[in-house]
């Protein structure tokens, strides 16, 4: 079970990655294991040296009862305070953001692939869509 961020790719370019884990209830993974998960318009923040994923849906499971979540609060990310400290710098500088590229399950574990992006303009963007679109016209 892996989520992409099919949006993150086409609006950024991704520099570098980070895995991270995410801090859970319990009917969060239960639905996080179903495949209940969106990452669209979904982003990472650094506040007091710990990372948050912002925005992050994840939908209520069917069987919890008063036990359930809300659906998109913001969920803190299990990293090493180097690792927080490199994002934290990284994101600081200009054109620079946190973008999440995919959640995955990794040894019963979820897993948050934190990208450091640079937004794309235009004309990138539509260089993209040509590749696409040639791609296809080929294959």
């Known amino acids: 079970m892996e989520i992409v961020n099919k949006k993150a790719q086409f609006n950024y ?62 969920r803190k990310l299990l990293l090493h305070k180097k690792e927080i400290l490199k994002l934290d710098e990284a994101s600081k500088r200009d054109g620079y953001t946190l973008i999440p590229i995919r959640c995955y399950l990794k040894k019963n574990l979820a897993k948050i692939s934190v990208g450091i992006c640079r937004g794309k303009k235009n004309y990138d963007k539509r260089e993209a869509i040509k590749e696409r679109d040639l791609k296809r016209l080929e294959g």
Do not use: C, P, Q, W
């Open 13 to 74: 370019f991704i520099e570098s990655e980070i895995e991270a884990g995410i801090a859970l209830t319990g009917t969060e993974i239960k639905s996080v294991r179903k495949g209940s998960v969106d990452l669209k318009d979904t982003y990472i923040r650094i506040k007091d040296n710990e990372a948050y994923i912002i925005n992050m849906y994840i939908a209520k499971y069917e069987e919890g009862n008063i036990f359930n979540h809300d659906e998109r609060r913001e």
